[in-house]
């Protein structure tokens, strides 16, 4: 049961940031919302701050991990493919919790603590694109140029599915990407 308490905390406490934002959301209302005393929220979270952190640290970074990971294709260009298209698909409390992140990343929620995390974790995944993309990069000079676009992409794409609703076809995100690769010397087979 205690469990329970502490999880429903956590998904209003998601609701409300999402909504309200994190200067928006009260520790108050977010008791309201998961019907318990506020002691009770104070019980599992020290304060507001800490149950924002949580939120960006495990659920946000679990759920980028998780994602990445359920994607199986070899090819480069099909894995990002389905990547991109799949965050369609993500459930609504994913959404919210992917929009909790993406806020802190572009600065708009969260504090100094978070952003320096998020971006740690950013800065982590350059190496991991790096390792998806060099097998069809090969050893081209602009590696480093065409990773970055690469991850700008990805970025400016999931900010328009997640935060704007905005769909993507598997033809255009192909599209971009071949783009992308093409500038980094790549040559798809025809």
């Keep these: 049961m205690e469990q329970n308490i ?5 998904r209003v406490a998601i609701d409300l940031f999402d909504q309200e934002g994190y200067h928006g959301t009260t520790i108050r209302t977010i008791a309201s919302g998961a019907e318990c005393s506020l002691p009770m929220v104070y019980y ?3 304060n507001k701050k800490e149950l924002f952190k949580e939120i960006i640290l495990n659920d946000y970074f679990n759920l980028r991990t998780r994602h990445a990971g359920e994607i199986t294709s070899g ?6 493919t389905q990547y ?12 919210k919790v992917f929009r909790l992140g993406l ?5 708009f929620d969260g504090d100094e603590a978070l952003y320096d995390a998020v971006d740690e974790w950013e800065k982590k995944q350059i190496a991991w694109h790096f390792q998806k ?10 590696w480093a140029i065409v990773i970055r676009t690469l991850i700008l992409l990805l970025e400016n794409m999931t900010l328009a599915i997640v935060l704007k609703n905005q769909e993507y076809s598997e033809d255009a995100i192909r599209e971009y990407l071949l783009f992308v690769f093409e500038k980094g010397g790549f040559t798809p087979l025809q």
């Design 44 to 46: 599992y979270y020290k």
């Design 6 to 10: 502490k999880e429903r905390i956590k």
């Design 103 to 107: 806020k802190v990343s572009l600065r």
């Design 75 to 80: 090819d480069v260009i099909e894995y990002y």
């Design 133 to 142: 993309a060099m097998p069809i990069l090969g050893n081209v000079e602009n």
């Design 84 to 95: 991109i298209r799949s965050l369609g698909h993500l459930s609504d409390e994913e959404k």
